[in-house]
């Protein structure tokens, strides 16, 4: 009995063994409080020659390249209700079956020149006929924002507007004491020119108004423009709701503190003038005199040419970098004649004069780019004994070809009796457009701009010369900063 016991127990632990019963493979020991515990007998390590086996969790995710998400990018080609054809940088177009919602699209939607993004599965092929993989997602965005140069834009703006719309643009005009805002829209008015009178009476706050007021009623915004020169010449500042003491002339501002004094004084009164909604000085003075009896004199710098240059460099580029429109007067400069306000004024000096002299303040003044030129109503004989410069086509063609002018040309007033006194009244604007002139400056605009219209229509003025005008005025507003809508 007891050998057959014994026989169970060998074969038992033979069976542990061989199944790996962890209750048949431990050994019994003594623990501390004298309770026998088991620990597991250890095998002895052997050295294996296969690879384990890795448990279903740890395998690799390797997925086959029809489940691989990929990405091609480029513009679009060609689009349908269900398809769009992607072109690549390298040229290779591709067609992509779409839907509805695989599909995103910027605010311009599926337009030819998008930039496209397609994710799909599967491979590309060469094939025009469609793709043969999964699109996962095609995102369409907007087309790429073009910055046009001022130019582009000029001519967009000009295709929109009509032939009243164009000629109305190329006049400032005083500022009319009635109906001013009316009156923008009526003759579409480039420019008003406002004088003492118009700062006179107003308050800051109403002159403000004001020229907000003329803004809101014009298509392109307008130039709002003074003469504010410093000295002789201001219309603003002489009332102390303005400034507390008028602008010093340009003379007084050298002498007290050289051109340091002539910048921060060009600076207030930028800062003034846009605090005011006022967009275009008058300003400066090229004149060139030394000659206290000059009636030109006190207006000027009162140095010579060389120095008068420098000084014109100097508040041109301070009124470009406060965005302020200068405009460049009067050439081709005064000299020592009269008041062209009260009559003809003829000027015998020699041309000779004004290469060495006169124009090098202009020069100067276009080389800092200023914006316009105004022209006198000056008869300067040694270029054209016929015509006052303003009505002078010889003359406009010097500034043009000699000096290399480029910007806005503008008359003095047309309503200066210089003016009336040689042509008459109705004819003045007429002939100054065929001078050449861009930008009439008059105060009798509701007969003016009809005559210019009409002398269109009726093949008088070429519309190909208004076209020049206008865009050169234009882009001048542009440079200055205008949002103007095409």
Not at 53 to 60: C, I, M, T, W
Not at 293 to 314: E, H, M, N, P, V
Not at 352 to 375: M, R
Request: proline share 4%; aromatic share 8%.
């Amino acid at each position: 009995m007891k050998k057959a016991l014994l026989y169970i127990l060998i074969l038992l632990c033979v069976l542990g063994s061989m199944f790996g019963c962890s209750s048949f493979n431990q050994a019994k020991t003594a623990s501390p409080n004298g309770k026998s515990t088991s620990i597991p007998l250890q095998e002895p390590e052997k050295e294996s020659t296969s690879t384990p086996l890795q448990e279903k969790g740890d395998q690799p995710n390797i997925k086959s390249d029809s489940e691989t998400e990929k990405t091609i990018s480029g513009t679009v080609y060609d689009g349908t209700m269900q398809t769009i054809t992607l072109e690549t940088k390298d040229g290779n177009r591709y067609l992509f079956i779409r839907s509805p919602n695989t599909t995103e699209t910027g605010a311009d939607g599926i337009l030819i020149g998008c930039p496209v993004t397609v994710i799909y599965k599967g491979t590309l092929t060469a094939e025009s006929n469609g793709q043969n993989v999964t699109v996962v997602k095609i995102i369409v965005g907007d087309l790429p924002k073009v910055e046009l140069s001022d130019q582009q834009q000029a001519q967009n703006i000009l295709k929109g507007m009509t032939l009243e719309e164009k000629v109305g643009q190329m006049f400032i005009v005083r500022c009319p004491k009635e109906k001013a805002v009316a009156k923008v829209s009526e003759y579409h008015l480039g420019g008003y020119i406002l004088f003492d009178r118009d700062f006179k009476a107003p308050t800051k706050a109403q002159v403000i108004a004001n020229n907000q007021s003329y803004q809101r009623a014009s298509k392109i915004p307008m130039l709002i423009s003074v003469d504010e020169e410093g000295g002789p010449i201001n219309r603003i500042s002489l009332y102390q709701k303005f400034r507390a003491v008028p602008f010093w002339s340009s003379q007084d501002l050298y002498k007290e503190g050289g051109l340091d004094l002539i910048i921060s004084d060009t600076k207030e009164k930028c800062t003034l003038l846009n605090s005011l909604g006022i967009n275009l000085n008058l300003a400066p003075v090229c004149d060139v005199s030394t000659n206290s009896a000059d009636y030109i004199y006190g207006r000027t710098f009162g140095k010579t040419a060389s120095l008068t240059a420098t000084y014109i460099k100097t508040v041109v580029e301070t009124m470009n970098s406060m965005k302020m429109g200068s405009a460049l007067k009067h050439f081709p400069g005064y000299g020592n004649n009269v008041d062209t306000h009260t009559g003809i004024s003829y000027d015998k000096r020699p041309y000779q004069t004004f290469e060495t002299s006169d124009f090098l303040p202009f020069i100067a003044g276009i080389k800092a780019n200023a914006g316009a030129v105004l022209v006198s109503h000056n008869i300067v004989t040694s270029m054209d004994a016929e015509h006052p410069a303003s009505l002078s086509l010889k003359i406009h063609r010097i500034l043009r070809e000699e000096l290399g002018f480029q910007g806005v040309i503008m008359t003095d007033d047309l309503y200066m009796q210089a003016i009336k006194q040689f042509t008459g009244e109705q004819q003045a604007a007429v002939t100054a457009v065929l001078a050449k002139n861009d930008l009439i400056c008059c105060t009798d605009f509701e007969v003016q701009i009809p005559a210019v219209i009409t002398a269109v229509k009726n093949g008088t003025i070429a519309e190909s010369q208004i076209d020049e005008s206008v865009t050169r005025i234009l882009l001048w507003k542009l440079k200055l900063g205008f949002q103007i809508a095409s």
